[in-house]
């Protein structure tokens, strides 16, 4: 009993971590009806960030939260306004701006490999193996952070999304592009913050995943594929979908910890992606926009 | 037997229900004319007769063969053939080679070879000059013959014409209109013709049926749907149909 | 199956060309005479490369499903081959061509999977390499585990290959241009451009699409079982890994999406250049690569083929008004920054 609840905790905690990657990818392809191939690579960007800023300047995870959003942030702007903008129209869903993405994403490993080399790294704080004692089991302080920042990031994201006129401007755009050109709306801008704010939150679960799990340059592709499975299962523009979704695969994973060998739990996330793109045809995307 | 019968097909769409509990009959060599107002769900009903959409409840036979929950490519082999309001011509092949493709289907279903299927119809509607042109170099009028030589490459019983005839000037449209009728005559293949060119509808129809918000709400002869009081209402409103007169 | 009718293919595919195309192809055959043992070798695996390019070409840029998964098909077929012919009981060319088969008999599995639209695919596809990996990685009795498998090679065997992977190049040249002329091409065409018009022609982008991809898949895992033999050493995480998978991708758009010279050229770009900057600035590559990549979506969608069509028209040559053979799944970006 224990067993299972020192399970359920990880799973809770593990869904926070997947649901932070997920709205990141999902935005984007609300509002932009992009599949953004180089969400792996920013993840893994920020994953690197954070290890630097904690290797030379010593600075807390946790604290460099903001110049990490706010980098990945600039980053996903520029990326926009210089290469995703000058896509032509209709090609939203073709091979190219899949491609476009995709190159995007091998230049930033490269990069990523000529700074940093191909080693495993990983954020070691001083709490990083202290753990607190929850519900009869102990849960390691870290993950509680994480889960901690992941449960914050959708109330952020939902309050800016109703309660914020760029919020309010994102949503129309998702609806329908051509109808906020005719009332004034900037949809090049809107498209250039929302992308950002994509990669924002894809650096940001970057930051994060660095604190639990190693990390190198070809980081960031099993986490594309979970952020795919997450935004598929959970429906486009639900938040709440999203958080469920992001449960859903998180409790397969750790319970196929149990019941499978432990090389085969890599698999996992793959096999679910397939799984949930096959039962799930033609995709969900376009069901439900920015609600 | 008839060609055609559609039963009870209906179509929602969440809270919309765009076809509505639709009954029609369809007689071998006959052209059946589909009018509304906008909105009232003929394409709609063309999507879930072709295929293309899976109809929410209702079924649809084909000379007897149940043909409704079929993906479209199926019905298109069961032998029927649509055109789309707005055209969808292959943009990256060239008039003869967008009719090849369709023919490929049409010579299993007739025998032949495809090649020469293709040429012909290509032919026959008027398209030999411009068969080694690509879309995008063809005007509309050409591009609504291509549409059509398209769906004719199928040799289907069943065509189904969507607004074929509208954006053409009066010219083009009648030789459209002649095309049509010699689409009956010599290939023996039913029509149901979606139209908002009245004077065109009405003189090719053998009958016509009304749409209006998913339901049909008349049926019959051209000359009496042109009076019959519902038909003036859901196009005009209500109180129009005080005045007994031809619609617009 | 061949149509009679204009097809419209550039002149360069003409009888005149095939008659050229197998002029150089004898040539080629005869280069071993007067070249080292190095070139001799590099040559060899560029032919590898260009069949195994071409053969993914058949799906994305044929079909316009764009994968990332092949290389689970190639080690497929090499590890299939390996065995054969670590079993001895096979002749090389017969363990080659069950590497094929299994290959393409596996593809047939891959329905559900096909049924996926675009990008859904692609993604579908990075899981599906991933999970292959990872199983073929640790079925040690099937693979060798991470170590692989070694195989004896004849030396003798080594020198053939290079007339072998002449002949596989040939074979996949020859086949890209049968199924572009074909009707199967015909309709691959039409789905590329209109999926749903497609069906309303009759034509079912599923079963197409299935053929296409054990076409892909068999090619891909035949080149695969010559490449075991070339490098009488194979392992998992090579084969199958994602950067096998993506360079297939970055052979075939480098080089031009959709066309056949495309693969081509970049299969013989990318083991050039693979070999020197491997020398003086290893790990750059990729990053090249995927630079090259965005400044071709971004300006010349055909990559290398499309450059050389410009050079060419320059000199008057005269192609289709429309896009180059196999109209591009990757279309071109207008003059002036367009909403998207």
């Known amino acids: ?291 | 037997m008839p060609l055609l019968r559609v039963e009870g097909l209906t179509r929602r769409f969440g809270g919309l229900t765009a076809v509505d509990a639709v009954d029609l009959e369809v007689a071998s060599g006959e052209i059946l004319g589909v009018i509304g107002p906008n909105g009232a769900g003929k394409t709609t009903l063309f999507a879930l007769i072709a295929g293309s959409l899976a109809p929410t409840s209702g079924r649809v036979w084909l000379e007897g063969e149940l043909v409704s929950g079929l993906p479209a490519h199926r019905v298109v082999r069961a032998g029927i053939a649509r055109t789309h309001q707005i055209v969808r011509p292959f943009q990256n092949l060239t008039v003869l080679e967008n009719v090849h493709v369709a023919a490929l289907a049409g010579a299993r279903r007739k025998g032949g070879a495809p090649v020469a299927l293709a040429e012909e119809l290509v032919h026959t509607t008027g398209l030999s000059e411009r068969a080694r042109d690509y879309p995008s170099a063809l005007t509309l009028a050409h591009r609504k013959r291509l549409e059509l030589a398209r769906a004719l490459a199928t040799s289907p019983r069943l065509l189904l014409l969507d607004e074929v005839i509208a954006g053409l000037n009066p010219a083009e449209a009648q030789q459209l209109a002649a095309l049509i009728r010699e689409i009956r005559a010599r290939l023996g293949i039913s029509i149901v013709m979606i139209e908002h060119v009245m004077p065109a509808v009405m003189s090719l129809s053998d009958r016509i049926a009304v749409l209006d918000h998913g339901k049909k709400i008349a049926e019959g002869a051209p000359a009496a749907i042109a009076r019959d009081p519902a038909v003036i209402e859901a196009y005009l409103g209500t109180g129009a149909a005080a005045g007994a007169g031809a619609p617009p | 199956m061949r149509p009679g009718i204009a097809v419209v293919v550039p002149s360069w595919a003409s009888p005149r060309a095939a008659a050229g195309f197998l002029v150089a192809l004898a040539a080629l055959a005869g280069a071993p005479a007067l070249t080292d043992v190095y070139t001799h070798n590099l040559l060899t695996l560029t032919y590898l490369s260009v069949s195994g390019a071409l053969a993914w070409n058949w799906m994305g840029g044929f079909a316009g499903q764009v994968s990332f998964g092949h290389a689970a098909f190639f080690g497929l077929g090499g590890f299939v081959a390996a065995r054969l012919l670590l079993a001895g009981t096979v002749p090389a060319w017969a363990a080659w061509l069950a590497g094929g088969l299994a290959a393409a008999v596996v593809a047939l599995s891959a329905h559900p999977v096909l049924r996926l639209r675009g990008p859904y695919f692609s993604i579908a596809t990075i899981g599906v390499g991933e999970a292959a990996r990872v199983l073929f990685t640790y079925w040690e009795g099937f693979t060798g585990g991470a170590s692989g498998l070694s195989l004896p090679v004849a030396p003798e065997l080594k020198l053939q290959l290079y007339w072998w992977a002449l002949a596989l190049l040939g074979v996949a040249v020859a086949g890209s241009y049968t199924i572009r002329r074909s009707t199967l091409g015909l309709k691959l065409l039409a789905i590329k451009s209109d999926v749903e018009a497609a069906a309303d022609v009759g034509v079912s982008s599923a079963f197409q699409q299935d053929v296409t991809l054990v076409l892909s898949a068999g090619m891909i895992g035949l080149t695969g079982g010559l490449y075991a033999s070339y490098f009488s050493y194979i392992e998992p995480n090579d084969m199958l890994g994602f950067d096998r998978s993506i360079s297939f991708v970055l052979m075939a758009v480098i080089g031009g999406l959709g066309t056949i010279l495309g693969p081509l050229l970049g299969a013989v770009v990318f083991v050039l250049v693979r070999q020197y900057l491997l020398a003086s600035y290893p790990q750059l590559y990729l990053g090249l690569y995927g630079a090259l990549l965005i400044a071709i979506i971004l300006f010349e969608p055909l990559g290398l083929t499309g450059l050389l069509l410009r050079l060419a028209r320059r000199f008057g040559y005269r192609d289709r008004p429309d896009l180059a053979p196999g109209a591009s799944a990757v279309k071109p970006a207008p003059a002036a920054a367009e909403r998207r």
């Open chain 1, 1 to 291: 009993m224990q067993r299972v609840l020192d399970l359920a905790v990880s799973t809770v905690l593990l869904a926070g971590l997947y649901a932070t990657m997920a709205y990141g990818l999902g935005l984007i392809y609300g509002v932009l009806r992009l599949v953004n191939l180089a969400h792996a690579g920013v993840i893994m960007a920020g994953a690197y960030l954070g290890w630097l800023l904690h290797l030379e300047l010593g600075l807390d995870p946790y604290l460099s939260i903001p110049l990490v959003v706010a980098a990945s942030f600039a980053l996903g702007v520029v990326v926009y306004l210089a290469l995703v903008r000058h896509l032509p129209r209709g090609t939203a869903g073709g091979p190219s701006s899949l491609l476009l993405l995709f190159g995007v994403w091998l230049v930033l490993r490269n990069a990523a490999y000529l700074l940093f080399t191909g080693n495993d790294q990983v954020i070691r704080t001083g709490y990083s193996i202290r753990s607190l004692a929850l519900l009869g089991g102990f849960v390691s302080l870290n993950r509680l952070a994480v889960f901690a920042v992941a449960v914050v990031v959708p109330v952020g994201l939902h309050l800016l999304l109703q309660r914020t006129f760029v919020g309010r401007a994102i949503r129309a755009v998702a609806q329908n592009a051509d109808s906020c050109t005719l009332v004034g709306v900037d949809v090049q801008r809107v498209y250039a913050f929302t992308f950002g704010l994509g990669t924002a939150l894809a650096g940001l679960a970057g930051l994060l995943s660095a604190t639990l799990f190693s990390f190198n340059p070809s980081f960031g592709a099993s986490e594309l594929l979970k952020s795919f499975v997450v935004v598929v299962l959970g429906g486009l523009g639900s938040i709440l979908g999203t958080g469920l979704a992001a449960l859903v695969l998180a409790a397969v994973e750790v319970f196929a910890i149990l019941v499978l060998p432990s090389y085969l739990t890599g698999a996992v996330g793959f096999v679910m992606l397939v799984a949930v793109l096959v039962l799930r045809p033609g995709g969900l995307f376009g069901q439900r926009v920015l609600a």
